[in-house]
């Protein structure tokens, strides 16, 4: 071997410094090629080894066949040797590139251990803030970072010596705000996102000002929720909506729990179910005692509440949760090239018959996005313009929810076309930054068969990706707030419904099995669909609250009292008595000593009040 090295140092100096370069470009390319491809966990595993052994060969193969093409001088088969070598480096360090960015981008999607929370001390425009005389309300679960800790670090700093009045509940301590029981309230950073959804305070950006403010960087609790299934085994997801103006995303734990969608994916079947929950469903929330409220007032304490309260309500466990920030769905459909949907016709004509919506920065007048009905291409702005659009829809939520389940449904569905890397490189862009999960990396990666299978079940036209959507019947329920002194309009379900939904999606996880279908009807008369799962259900057990009963007869109220299951006891009133009402005549309800909208599962007595002659 030295004999053979000596040889080469008496060569063509040009051809040997060639030689050697090549060699250790080569071997620097492999390392990092190698590095990469090693990482790309269950992704075609046995050809990955194949390649990186093949390399290897050839790399000791060009390592003696150029030496000898050195000393023999055969420049034209060096030449060509060197030009393969380099097109193969080049393969290297491009392809390494592109793993790199994904890596770094999976990495980025990953919900920090660490973010920044924000309180704000905030009060109505028009109050004159004193720091001793004012009265400020603060939330009292001292586990709630933006509400109270963070709170406190705005007292102590700002040697605030207020009197504190102390509240469970967010929605109760706006409202004394607004009531002008207290003149400034601790909230947490997103809380104008989060309180404007409420029709109450829809103005809350305009009607407040922020007196303190405070920032920390602190733990984030949510990363606590981990799973060990990958996409081989049937998965749950919960799509979390983060209604933001910013482009980007701000991982801290409240956020407005404005879309919350349940996803269920079975990698055997390739079949999906998408459940939109209403924000405004009344459910027992895991997080406070299973006090019952809105769904969506889960989030304002972090997804780890909202997970709690939805896995509880649809007896699943949930594996992954993925937030996407609003804003980023403008980038992310612009980056599939648009999105094909069926635009539905607007049923309140405030527009004519084309469906407008603010921009996505929340932008009416000149800025309006606007789109006719009908099957079409939607841009980016287009396709946050009709998943947030409700205003314009009789049953409002309600059609919001279908909005954005066609929405996601048409960005799976283009997602699954993309061929280019230029076009995956544009999606990997948009996601970066508008997402957060608590996936890591393998388990993202795990995704890749899956995907792999659409594509060639697509192009061989065999099973393909399946979504599924889902209807939950509901009815209005207007409900007192007793700690507020205001009635919020939610929404009461019907168990029927909710129970055909939890059975599909735990057939979907392969946890029950499934019911054959023994009886089928149609008519030739009518097109066939296939129904939402559980739509039209209506049966079963729903929510109800105790109706107003001044104004009703004895009779009346008994036949009542009986249906609903709770006990009346009559007391006469004089009209010397408060209780005593002028609008009605003697023998006729007068009041009642439980507020209408309680909801009656908290009910078991009720005095009525009569008009005594």
């Not at 470009?25 to 990482?39: C, D, K, S, T």
């Not at 080894?49 to 193969?61: A, D, N, Q």
């Not at 997801?237 to 933001?244: H, I, N, Q, R, T």
């Not at 009518?526 to 039209?536: E, R």
Request: proline fraction near 2%.
């Amino acid at each position: 071997m030295k004999q053979i090295f000596k040889k080469l140092k008496r060569k063509n100096k040009a051809e040997v410094f060639f030689y050697h370069f090549i060699n250790i470009l080569y071997l620097a390319g492999y390392i990092y090629f190698a590095i990469n491809v090693l990482g790309l966990a269950g992704v075609e595993t046995a050809i990955r080894y194949s390649v990186l052994i093949g390399l290897l060969l050839f790399f000791i193969f060009m390592f003696f066949f150029n030496m000898a093409n050195i000393i023999k001088k055969r420049h034209k088969s060096f030449i060509f040797m060197i030009f393969l070598a380099i097109i193969i480096i080049a393969i290297f360090f491009g392809s390494g590139y592109v793993i790199n960015k994904v890596y770094g981008v999976m990495d980025n999607v990953k919900d920090q251990k660490k973010v920044t929370y924000t309180s704000y001390l905030i009060s109505l425009k028009d109050t004159i803030f004193n720091k001793s005389e004012s009265l400020i309300g603060r939330i009292d679960d001292q586990s709630d970072k933006e509400g109270y800790i963070l709170a406190n670090k705005i007292i102590v700093n700002n040697k605030l010596n207020n009197t504190i009045n102390n509240y469970s509940d967010y929605m109760a301590m706006l409202q004394d705000l607004y009531d002008k029981k207290v003149d400034a309230i601790f909230v947490q950073s997103n809380y104008v996102s989060y309180f404007a959804s409420e029709d109450d305070f829809q103005s809350i950006a305009l009607d407040t000002k922020i007196i303190y403010e405070y920032s920390e960087e602190m733990e984030n609790e949510d990363v606590t929720i981990s799973s060990t299934k990958d996409f081989t085994d049937p998965v749950t997801f919960l799509l979390l909506g983060v209604d933001s103006k910013q482009d980007g995303l701000n991982a801290n734990a409240a956020f407005n729990g404005d879309t919350l969608m349940l996803v269920t994916f079975n990698p055997n079947t390739l079949n999906t179910i998408v459940f939109s929950i209403p924000r405004d469903t009344w459910v027992p929330i895991a997080c406070k005692k299973n006090n019952k409220a809105k769904i969506n007032s889960s989030a304002a304490y972090g997804t780890k509440c909202v997970i709690s309260t939805i896995e509880q309500l649809m007896d699943i466990d949930i594996d992954y949760y993925v937030k996407i920030n609003f804003k980023g769905v403008v980038d992310l459909v612009d980056a599939l090239g648009g999105v094909e949907v069926d635009v539905q016709a607007p049923e309140i004509k405030q527009f004519g018959n084309k469906v407008c919506e603010q921009d996505s920065n929340r932008k009416f007048g000149k800025d309006l996005v606007c789109m006719d009905p009908g099957f079409q291409k939607l841009s980016g702005e287009q396709a946050l313009a009709y998943a947030r659009c409700r205003h314009l829809y009789i049953s409002s939520d309600l059609t919001r929810v279908k909005h954005q389940q066609d929405v996601v449904t048409a960005i799976a569905k283009k997602a699954t076309t993309l061929r280019s890397y230029g076009d995956f490189e544009k999606v990997l862009n948009a996601v970066t930054k508008n997402i957060a999960t608590n996936m890591n990396r393998n388990q993202m990666l795990s995704g890749y068969n899956v995907i792999k299978k659409v594509i060639q079940n697509n192009s061989n036209d065999e099973m393909e990706l399946t979504i599924q959507k889902t209807y939950l019947e509901t009815q209005n329920l207007n409900v007192y707030l007793p700690g507020s002194n205001r009635v919020t309009m939610a929404l009461s379900y019907y168990s029927d419904s909710l129970n055909e939904i939890k059975h599909a999606m735990r057939v979907n996880l392969e946890l029950e099995k499934p019911e054959p279908i023994k009886t089928f009807e149609f008519s030739y008369e009518k097109q066939f669909t296939i129904a939402p799962i559980g739509q039209g259900k209506k049966g079963g057990s729903s929510d109800q609250t105790l109706k107003k009963l001044a104004g009703m007869s004895i009779n009346e109220t008994k036949t009542y009292c009986s249906s609903v299951g709770i006990n009346c006891a009559f007391e006469y009133v004089t009209k010397d008595s408060e209780l005593y009402n002028t609008s009605y005549g003697a023998d006729i309800v007068a009041g009642q000593s439980v507020h209408e909208g309680t909801l009656l599962s908290l009910v078991s007595k009720v005095t009525v009040y009569l008009n005594k002659k």
